[in-house]
């Protein structure tokens, strides 16, 4: 059976990490996989987990299985994040925790073509490179709707929305709620809007995947873009993770919340997501989602947990401003400004695949068509960044 077993092509961001992994250069730099780092260019562990996994260690009595859809406390705690308190949302929506938030878009793809096997998925060109292979492997059909002008380096919002015009009914389109994997351009607010009267008015069904949630602008702010589709009685799924805003990158963390128009309808679908779970993983780990629950229990650890959001959040916007300065200072005029317009960890730095052959060959590790992670930078990698781009423009 293996004998004759052709070599997978490396996944192009992971393999990325594999090539810096053998690059024995100790100037190395790593911009391409999606991590936080701080400016020792540690990815820490916060201090609300530690505090959360202290009291876990303490007050645990079972190691037993959790129900198929995860602790209803974790359902509860992750819909109250998502949407906000007081939503009006709650009766009409179910959630369960998936190993992450890739697992999280493969369950939802799973009970997708299960329920409409011809449904076409519609994603953003660009978006993350694993959406494809998620939702192929899941047997999708898959297509492409305009998103990113790169003339502009921002949203080709009109090119947008003229194809989301054309989107058939019962197709599912995927959209980034904020912090774009792999641009960093997002939607306004009436961007929003708007694509919610367009889903309403076309019956296609958004899939939002919101995997960096308080990245971009804050806990609520973040989370905004759904007010107006819940406002409409939409139909919709979210996927999201806990990997970048608690730091739970190997806990892998997520949830898949599935919303309907009411609750009985939503009953009857979530039947189904728990049959899909039950054939593939049976029910998730406990500790990741033990944690998220802990500090989302607790008005103290909570607050302690924004607080050290907030801080990277803010970390992350300045080495955006310092790698855009950097690369003035080194003698560039080319007018890199909007890369501090971006959010999130990522940005469609503008440079091309060839100035990201000529960086690795410097040891500075790039995703291919320029995506940067800009939260790999530090202080004492920054300068050394800005000289290398400097020097390949």
């Known amino acids: 059976m293996f004998n004759e077993t052709k070599p997978a092509p490396p996944d192009s961001i992971l393999g990325l990490t594999e090539a810096f992994r053998a690059d024995s250069n100790p100037a190395k730099v790593n911009l391409g996989v999606g991590i936080y780092k ?14 959360a996994e202290k009291h876990l260690l303490e007050t645990q009595t079972t190691k037993s299985y959790l ?3 995860g602790s209803p406390a974790y359902s509860a705690v992750v819909q109250k994040l998502l949407f906000g308190s007081d939503s009006s949302v709650f009766d009409r929506a ?10 999280a878009l493969r369950v939802g793809g799973d009970f997708i ?20 292979g998620v939702f192929g492997a899941a047997g999708l059909n898959i297509a492409d709707y305009r998103y990113y002008d790169a003339a502009t380096n921002g949203l080709d919002f009109s090119a947008m929305k003229a194809d989301l015009e054309n989107v058939p009914a019962g197709d599912i389109v995927l959209l ?19 694509l919610a009267s367009i889903a309403k008015t076309k019956g296609w069904i958004p899939f939002f995947d919101f995997a960096y949630h308080g990245f971009a602008d804050g806990l609520e702010q973040d989370r905004a873009a759904f007010t107006p589709f819940i406002d409409a009685g939409i ?4 996927a999201n993770s806990y990997s970048k805003n608690f730091g739970l990158y190997n806990e892998r963390t997520g949830g898949l919340t599935v919303v309907a128009e009411t609750a009985d309808a939503v009953d009857a679908a979530f039947s189904h997501v728990k049959k899909t779970i039950r054939t593939n993983y049976s029910n998730p780990s406990n500790h990741g989602g033990a944690i998220v629950s802990t500090i989302l229990e607790s008005a103290e650890l909570t607050q302690q947990w924004e607080t050290e959001l907030a801080e990277m959040r803010v970390r992350i916007h300045s080495m955006r401003k310092k790698l855009v300065d950097g690369i003035k200072n080194h003698g560039i005029d080319r007018d890199f400004g909007y890369i501090v317009e971006q959010r999130g960890m990522f940005s469609y730095s503008g440079l091309s695949d060839e100035n990201v052959q000529a960086l690795r060959d410097k040891s500075i590790y790039v995703v291919g068509g320029g995506r940067i992670n800009v939260a790999g930078l530090t202080p004492s990698n920054i300068d050394a960044v800005c000289a290398a781009v400097a020097d390949v423009l």
């Open 38 to 51: 701080d400016e020792q260019g540690a990815t820490p562990i916060m201090a609300a987990v530690k505090v």
């Open 67 to 69: 129900p198929i859809p």
């Open 94 to 103: 179910r959630t369960c925790h998936t190993p992450g938030g890739t697992g």
């Open 113 to 132: 073509k299960k329920l409409n096997p011809n449904a076409t998925v519609w994603v953003s060109t660009p978006t993350w490179a694993n959406h494809k």
């Open 176 to 194: 980034h709620v904020c912090c774009h994997n792999p641009t960093g351009v997002d939607l306004e607010a009436t961007g929003w809007a708007e």
């Open 235 to 238: 139909e919709f799924f979210v």
